[in-house]
Structure formats: C-alpha cells, structure tokens
C-alpha cells in the first residue's frame, strides 16, 4: 500500500502558486519524499524529491516539515499545462527500490 | 537528463496474439528496471521488476507465465503479453534509474488494446 495521503483533488486559478499537500506520518529516517506528475495518456514526469531540508527546481519548490511527515509541493506560477495528476511517494533513495503508487491528486488549473 | 523510451506506443491485435513491449534507457545504463499497468482513471499498478542477467520479480497476483520480461542487456528490457485477450488492453508503462542516487525515470507507455 501507498505510504501517503493525498487529497483527490485541487483546482488552482492559472498563474496562481499551486499547493499541494501530502501527508506521510509513518515515513522512515531512510526514506525520500519524491514528487511525480501524470499528464493524460503519458507516462509519469518526476518533479522534485528532498530528505528533510526544502528544495527548489525549476519546476516547483518542496517544502517538508520539521518532523518530515507531511510536505507540500509548490507550482509557483500554475500555468494550463500543469493539469495533471501529482503524485506524492516515499522511498528510500536508490534505483533498486520500487515505487508503489497511490491514487494521487488530481490539479485542475483554471484559466 | 535520462531518457527512458518504449516501443511501440500504441498496438491493436486480436484476441489470442501475443504482443512485445520494449522498454530502452537511451543514455544510461539500468541494471534494474520496473513494469507498470494502468487501467482507466485509475494509479500506476507495479507488476514486476526487470533484473539484468537474471529473472524478473513479479508482484502479487501478476501471472508471470502471463507477462514475459526479458533484461538481456543494461539498456534494454522487454514485456511480452502472451496470448493477450481483451482484459488485457491497458497502458503499460516502465521505469528505470540512472544511479542509485538519481530518480526514476519513466516512459511514455504503450497503449494496449485487444479487440
């Protein structure tokens, strides 16, 4: 099972900072907070992943709290293109380990 | 960046046909990499992880006389649906690393359809 909470879904005004949250409360001292997008019919866009400290891409920022067991993903300036479906996982960081899916949030940008 | 790419996009058979899906990491090498089905409205489902020079380790539930994987070589994985039937039509989609401290990267899929 997925190690995470998502709310089904968001909408966001374009040009508007998305926030997404995710909870992971049972998240190992290991583990990785990793961040993916599915846009309709394409195979998963990874976006950002951090540990503890928050990061920032080009794509968006990932601030994670003090006790690592929630995070939010930041889309700065949510443009149409953004709708998709994101995915918030926790692994630990190595090519060898799998990512269980869960069912995501579902960001609908409005114009 | 990594670019992970599959073969083909998109296939239409009949019934009874058994259908190839190759899945290639263009500039990196991948020891490991990981089959993914997607039904309508529905996440990601892991079926099974592609090892190199060795078998493949299949998921719960995942028939592996079923789906064949093939990871004769670092850059190249294959998905066989043997004797596909219409409740196979799905969107398969696979992944691999670049290193171990990279992210994965994913495919653009292959859409399954079994008339």
């Known amino acids: 099972d997925a190690k995470t909470t998502q709310p089904p879904s968001m909408d966001c005004a374009e040009g508007r900072a998305a926030n997404l949250p995710c909870n992971h409360s049972t998240i190992s001292g290991n583990e990785y907070v990793y961040w993916y997008r599915q846009i309709h019919s394409q195979g998963p866009q990874y976006i950002i992943h951090g540990l503890k400290n928050n990061e920032t891409n080009e794509m968006a920022s990932l601030i994670i709290t003090e006790d690592r067991k929630s995070s939010t993903l930041i889309l700065p300036h949510a443009t149409l293109r953004d709708t998709a479906v994101y995915y918030c996982?926790?692994?630990?960081?190595?090519?060898?380990?799998?990512?269980?899916f869960g069912k995501g949030t579902r960001l609908h940008i409005l114009p | 960046g990594a670019v992970v790419s599959q073969h083909p996009s998109r296939v239409i058979c009949k019934s009874g046909t058994s259908v190839k899906i190759e899945c290639r990491s263009l500039?990196?090498?991948?020891?490991?990499m990981f089959w993914y089905r997607q039904f309508p409205k529905q996440s990601l489902m892991l079926m099974a992880t592609?090892?190199?020079?060795?078998?493949?380790?299949?998921e719960q539930g995942v028939e592996k006389d079923k789906f064949l994987i093939n990871h004769a070589s670092l850059t190249l994985s294959t998905l066989t649906v043997t004797s596909a039937h219409p409740e196979d039509s799905s969107f398969y989609i696979c992944s691999a690393s670049w290193t171990g401290d990279q992210p994965q990267h994913f495919g653009d899929g292959t859409r399954l359809s079994i008339l």
């Open positions: 996982i926790v692994r630990v960081s190595g090519r060898d380990d799998k990512i269980i």
């Open positions: 500039d990196f090498q991948a020891t490991t």
């Open positions: 592609s090892n190199e020079g060795s078998k493949a380790t299949y």
